[in-house]
């Protein structure tokens, strides 16, 4: 039993957001029949009572007297509203917190990358940190290599790939240098850019993620370039990003 009530706790935790939205959808659609269900009584109420005892003679006895009469059958619809926006409030509260720790644990990842990057340039020497990104650059290609079904047509004549996603397409260093200029305009005056943005001006279909990340005015975008071969002797031109981030 105890294991059970652990699993139970870990799974209720792990889908929390999920649960409640699903509590505050179905409250709504409760809270929508509760309180036509109190209007109709709130009616038959109101009707018996005045066929026994008159309408009152003033607009103001007249409210008041309806107020008291039909206020408990509202109580439910209220109760069901004021649960159906708690249930709403918390989803957005955790999301939200959910949110900041997966920024922040991408920020502690990003600094700690960087930090190693500056430490194998410091050891090694700008040429040969190069070098090995010029290697993993060149095994996902033999991972991954281009067929003409998976090559995305672009602007220019160059084979590329852009290692983030491990999509070909077709384009030139002077279009995707142009690219990042646009981009870093973009973040100087909209103080951040999407994926999505930079996929629109390079030619390159959106993904299920792109909108959601991208680069902030704080480190403009600065794209890295190497030059490898496909297996059938191929030139190609990889590029990545100096970094991106959760938006």
Known sequence: MTNIIKQLESVLKHNSPAILTAFGISGVVTTAYLTGKASFDACD??????AEHGIPDTRKELFKTRAELVWPSYIPAGLSGAI???????????????????????????????????????????????AIRGEIAQDTINKNPPRQDI?????????????????????????LRKAQNTI???????????????????????TSESARLGWDVDRLLDLEFLAVMTEDGRPCMAFNYNYVKPL
């Open 45 to 50: 109420t109101i009707r018996d009572h005045e």
């Open 184 to 206: 870093n305009a973009q973040l100087n005056s909209q103080n951040e850019a999407t994926l999505s943005d930079l996929y629109y001006l390079i030619g390159l279909p959106d």
């Open 84 to 130: 159906t926006i708690a249930c709403i409030a918390s989803a957005a509260r955790v999301g939200s917190r959910r949110t900041a720790a997966i920024t922040a644990a991408y920020s502690i990842s990003d600094r700690a990358f960087a930090e190693y990057r500056e430490k194998v340039v410091e050891r090694l020497g700008e040429n040969k940190e190069k």
């Open 151 to 175: 090559i995305v047509s672009g602007i220019g004549a160059t084979l590329t790939l852009e290692t983030y996603t491990g999509r070909y397409f077709s384009s030139d260093m002077e279009s």
